[in-house]
């Protein structure tokens, strides 16, 4: 079983930056890819990002594009979500998951994921 613990978020400025951080198992990043979701009230779980495991490959949505960053840092077994310019709209609790098959055409597709992590908050308020 692989266990994730998401940390970072927080309440941030408008057009402020907040590094969101996905501690994974041993040796995970190594056998999964991983992909960032988010969720606001009342809609439904949104893919924002995604990371082959081999960190040669990386998706973002067209929200996400030119502002946020996904990385890796495989020494400490760790995915990292850089998020720039952030807004309003950008509240939500952010997950990340593993996706075992990297069918890369539905990486936006929270089923196609199978571990998750307990999600971390962001809030973008003056």
């Known amino acids: 079983q692989v266990q994730l613990v998401e940390s970072g978020g927080g309440l941030v400025q408008p057009g402020g930056s907040l590094r969101l951080s996905c501690a994974t198992s041993v040796s995970a990043l190594r056998v999964y890819n991983v992909g960032w979701f988010r969720q606001a009230p009342g809609k439904e779980r949104e893919g924002i990002s995604w990371?082959?495991?081999?960190?040669?490959?990386?998706y973002y949505a067209d929200s996400a594009k030119g502002r946020f960053t996904i990385s890796t840092d495989t020494a400490r077994n760790t995915v990292y979500l850089q998020m720039n310019s952030l807004d309003p709209e950008d509240a939500a609790v952010y997950y990340c998951?593993?996706?075992?098959?990297?069918?890369?055409?539905?990486?936006?597709?929270?089923?196609?994921?199978?571990?998750w992590g307990q999600g971390t908050q962001v809030t973008v308020s003056p």
């Open positions: 998951a593993t996706d075992p098959c990297a069918v890369t055409e539905v990486w936006t597709r929270p089923a196609v994921y199978d571990y």
């Open positions: 990371m082959h495991r081999s960190d040669t490959t990386n």
